[in-house]
């Protein structure tokens, strides 16, 4: 049944959760699968799977509508229409004059989608049945159409502002190099459970050489903190999600207890040392992903990195990190009980 009264805080928390779980979703496939099958030899079968992996990212925005209405126990017709402006608001499809054709990638600006979801879920819980027998037709025609244009219109707005998050990261890059990997690793860390895309900032900025690579190791940071964290507090399936692509899942608790960040930026500031000693690169297009699919990695390996040192750098530096920040944090100083802020919160 659709919610017609709710508090702020929880209308808040439902937005969060169901972008979180559509992020996770539509990211998913692409991030475990592309390294892998752009390794292979590029037969036809290969290609098309390819081309269903980005396609499915791409939908990335639709399934946050979609899951976002669900929150708020709507039905099928009024899921649609959040749905679809989510959507269409996100950005991911864009006109192209040279081809007279949309054309579209990536998940759009995901912070964008998810003030439309809100926004269009706001006009349903407050049309509630006025509509009466014409809502099929009267649902899509006004609530879609009307939160699709809203959304459109705070698309510059909203991206310009994700684009100046990235022009400070980016300004680090003219720092001392061993402070510039770690307060860009940090940087990266911060953002990875908020509705900010660090993927979609690495290539808005392009990041590149060892800026990329701290940028990456942030992110591979917060993952395995939000691992080693979540391993005895959730169930399995939740941390194994987690650990392959799913970091904004935990996008809720951020919001619900900042502490957290300090385990995050804990473990990205330390794991950041190896990016100086090492030379760890990447590119714009590895910049967000961490070791999810092990995209990074791989790409600090074609960039020269031994295999051994990635072991290192990638996996042993972090989770030791990840490790000693949870057990001075928690049970030292008992600044966090790992137990309630990193409990997974969606339903």
Known sequence: MTQTSIKPSEYFSKVLTGTAMGVIIGVAPNAVLSAILRALPQVPVTISLLQIVSIFQMATPFLVGAIVAFQFGFKPLTQMVVAASSFIASGVLKFDDSIGKFAGAGTGDLINTMI??????????????????????????????????????????????????????????????????????????????????????????????????????????????????????????????????????????????????????????????????????????????????????????????????AVLSWLVVPVAAAMLSQFVYDKVLHIYDSKVVFKYLGQ
């Open 116 to 309: 439309t979801a809100a926004i269009a879920v706001g006009m349903i819980l407050l049309i509630k049945d006025k509509f009466g027998s014409m809502e099929i037709i009267a649902m899509p025609v006004v609530i879609g159409v009307l939160a699709s244009f809203i959304g459109l219109t705070l698309l510059p707005i909203v991206s310009g502002i994700t684009l100046s998050i990235g022009a400070v990261i980016n300004s680090f890059t003219s720092l001392q190099p061993i402070l510039m990997s770690i307060l860009i690793a940090v940087s990266f860390a911060a953002l990875l459970t908020t509705p900010v895309s660090a993927i979609a900032v690495g290539l808005a900025i392009q990041l590149s050489g060892v800026a990329s690579g701290a940028a990456a190791m942030g992110v591979a940071a917060t993952t395995l903190t939000l691992v080693v964290h979540s391993f005895k507090v959730n169930k399995p399936g939740i941390t194994i999600a987690v650990g392959t692509g799913g970091m904004k899942l935990m996008m809720p608790n951020l919001f619900k207890y900042p502490i957290v960040l300090l385990p995050y930026v804990t473990t990205a500031a330390i794991s950041a040392i190896p990016v100086y000693l090492f030379s760890i690169s990447g590119t714009p297009q590895t910049a967000g992903f961490g070791v999810v699919g092990l995209v990074s990695p791989l790409a600090s390996i074609d960039a020269g990195l031994s295999i051994p040192l």
